[in-house]
């Protein structure tokens, strides 16, 4: 018995690629093998509709023009850097779509280059848009080449974010660390590099009451919504880099490019080493593949059955299980006792023999989970501070 997944997986691209500036870093902390997410494809995208689909089907489908890249990044300054400063041939368009965007002045300042105001406002408020609505495509597409322009400097989001996961749940919850790592690294990274370039006093002061206030993109200012810049709050920002704005992120890609992982964990303190522990942590819990002695039922969502199937989603709508008939009964039978014990009754009351490939993919993807016993947790906890 077997539970089968909505899409059928494809051959992995270089979706599970990060960036080189990243990757360094990141491999200094798992020593390891980075996952590829083989089931979420960016050159042919498995959230959209097929030929084979029927046309009765209420799946939900990403738009083929515009895919999962209806979001604009923010790009740090040092980020920005080494894209308008990297001059081979297949970053041209990833250039002029980077230049254009400096060049209306909106979000950008010296720490990054932040989405456009009315694009915050329009993304926060729309409903069912992610995925599907053209309005929002990433400025970086390249809608002729249907690629990302800017890939190999791609942002933590853009990095992490993927529709399926090949382990389910736990796949997701590796990428959600890394993701809260990466924002960390860039976060104190990009005001480092603004500390050593001495945007002067005045510039420091703005720039730090901006970030108090937070995500900007809901009382828009007449010129914001018109799509034109402050050019005297800008003057104000930039301080004495003032027009010299692609030198000062290019200053910021060299000041970070050399960095190896010693350097940015004391430039970054020991928030980032928290945030890199906890990625140790989701990538050993990725490579473990072990059966739980007791498992019990997870938490889920039943979207849709069939005579035949039951669709099941737990950590996300967009990457369900279709559960056979026999296999969804025999969930009940998996209340924390011996796992072996719970399979011998399924094999004698149901007549189904429920193999290790099943039992690992609903364990990834949350339909079953491993009992805990009182304490189990503190002891784990305990063990791993220890370690």
């Known amino acids: 018995m077997s539970a089968s997944k909505t899409f059928q997986p494809h051959a992995g691209d270089a979706?599970?690629?990060l960036p080189a500036l990243y990757a360094r870093w990141v491999e200094a902390i798992i020593h390891g093998s980075l996952p590829v997410e083989t089931e979420a494809t960016c050159s042919d995208c498995v959230m959209c509709s097929r030929s084979a689909e029927p046309a009765h089907t209420e799946q939900f489908f990403f738009d083929k023009g515009s895919k999962c890249c209806t979001y604009t990044p923010t790009l740090s300054n040092f980020m920005a850097g080494a894209i308008l400063g990297d001059p081979s041939?297949?970053?041209t368009s990833g250039r002029a779509s980077l230049e254009?965007?400096?060049?209306?002045?909106?979000g950008v300042d010296p720490l990054?280059?932040?989405p456009p105001p009315a694009y915050n406002l329009l993304y926060r408020h729309s409903q069912n848009a992610f995925g599907r609505n053209r309005t929002l495509r990433c400025p970086h597409l390249d809608t002729d080449l249907e690629r990302c322009s800017i890939w190999p400097y791609r942002d933590p989001t853009c990095v992490t974010w993927y529709c399926k996961h090949h382990r389910g749940k736990i796949g997701q919850s590796f990428w959600n660390a890394l993701l809260i790592f990466l924002n960390e690294v860039?976060?104190?990274?990009?005001?480092?590099?603004?500390?050593?370039?001495?945007?002067?006093d005045d510039a420091l002061a703005l720039l730090e009451s901006r970030?108090?206030?937070?995500?900007?993109?809901?009382?828009?200012q007449a010129s914001e919504l018109d799509g034109r810049s402050d050019v005297c709050a800008a003057r104000k920002t930039w301080g004495r880099w003032w027009k010299r704005e692609t030198v000062f992120y290019a200053e910021c890609a060299r000041l970070v490019s050399g960095l190896d992982f010693q350097e940015v964990e004391r430039i970054c303190g020991p928030e980032l080493q928290m945030s890199s522990r906890l990625v140790k942590l989701a990538y050993d819990k990725l490579q473990e593949t072990r059966i739980a002695?007791?498992?019990?039922?997870?938490?889920?969502?039943?979207e849709d059955a069939t005579f035949d199937a039951v669709r099941v989603w737990s950590y996300s709508r967009l990457d369900p299980l279709d559960l056979p008939v026999p296999v969804f009964m025999a969930l009940s039978y998996f209340d924390g006792r011996p796992t072996d014990d719970a399979l011998s009754m399924v094999e004698h009351d149901l007549g189904i023999r429920l193999d290790d490939q099943l039992l690992r993919t609903m364990i990834d993807f949350g339909i079953l989970k491993t009992r805990q016993e009182p304490?189990?947790?503190?002891?784990?906890?305990?063990?791993s501070a220890q370690a």
């Not at 860039?186 to 002067?200: A, D, F, M, N, R």
């Open 211 to 220: 970030k108090r206030c937070g995500t900007t993109g809901e009382n828009l």
């Open 112 to 114: 990054a280059i932040l």
């Open 89 to 91: 041939p297949s970053m």
């Open 375 to 383: 304490g189990e947790e503190t002891e784990r906890a305990s063990s």
């Open 15 to 17: 979706a599970g690629t």
């Open 293 to 302: 002695t007791h498992l019990q039922i997870g938490r889920f969502e039943v």
């Open 100 to 106: 254009a965007r400096l060049s209306t002045g909106l």
């Open 186 to 200: 860039i976060k104190e990274l990009s005001l480092w590099c603004v500390l050593q370039l001495h945007i002067g």
